[in-house]
């Protein structure tokens, strides 16, 4: 069964105090890792999709990166309007209709 | 460009009584569907899913069920609804090949009394 882990569960930064989040992840054969980002009481707003270990994708302040294992979404320079839920989600290739298994998410909130 | 509608954005309902949540898509055609529902506990869990119209599965057994009467509609209903239906009900849509992503609602917020 395919899992994906999140952590932290919760990161508090100073505003333009870079970091990271990482979702570890498990899955029979790996078609596509995704990040989205959810605002309180709104639907997840998609970032990137990564497909195969060693590639990256960037937009704006955020780039995301995957390894066979897992995937981080580093944080350059954050400003309180990158506070936000973040979440990581898998495809397997054993899926015919894209089902999607999600982490439980990283809620970042960054102070002026 | 394409927009994904849900409405209601808010309900509250009686224990018992039905349900009726709907979502459309815009500008694509023959997208793949998705009804997502999130607890308290920020986890989305896929609830339905479908390929084409009247073509549904299910992911996991419960109260609700979904139809797709339209290439571009999407309905989650339930005939009597309990107290653990209460939640933030997600769709989705994506291209119909799969490794695509996913595009999310707005969401409905359910809350049953």
């Known amino acids: 069964e395919d899992q994906v882990t999140q952590s932290p569960e919760a990161l508090r930064l100073q505003e333009g105090e870079s970091s990271s989040l990482n979702c570890s992840y498990t899955v029979s054969g790996l078609r596509g890792l995704f990040w989205y980002r959810q605002d309180p009481g709104k639907g997840p707003e998609f970032l990137f999709t990564l497909y195969s270990a060693g590639e990256e994708k960037e937009k704006e302040r955020l780039k995301a990166t995957l390894t066979k294992k897992e995937s981080f979404l580093h944080i350059t320079a954050p400003k309180p309007e990158d506070s936000a839920t973040y979440l990581c989600a898998v495809q397997s290739l054993s899926t015919s209709y894209g089902k999607l298994t999600f982490g439980q998410g990283t809620i970042l909130t960054v102070h002026p | 460009s394409q927009t994904i509608h849900q409405w209601p954005a808010t309900l509250v309902q009686p224990v018992g009584s039905p349900l009726s949540l709907e979502c459309t898509v815009e500008?694509?055609?023959?997208?793949?569907l998705y009804w997502y529902r999130q607890a308290a506990g920020r986890g989305l869990q896929l609830l339905f899913y479908s390929v084409g119209i009247g073509q549904i599965s299910s992911e996991v057994p419960q109260n609700l069920s979904a139809s797709r009467p339209q290439d571009r509609q999407f309905i989650l209903s339930s005939k009597k609804l309990l107290l653990s239906d209460s939640g933030f009900y997600l769709c989705?849509?994506?291209?119909?090949?799969?490794?695509?992503?996913?595009?999310f609602g707005p969401g409905t917020r359910l809350t049953v009394l």
């Open positions: 500008g694509t055609s023959n997208p793949n």
């Open positions: 989705a849509w994506s291209r119909l090949a799969s490794g695509n992503e996913q595009f």
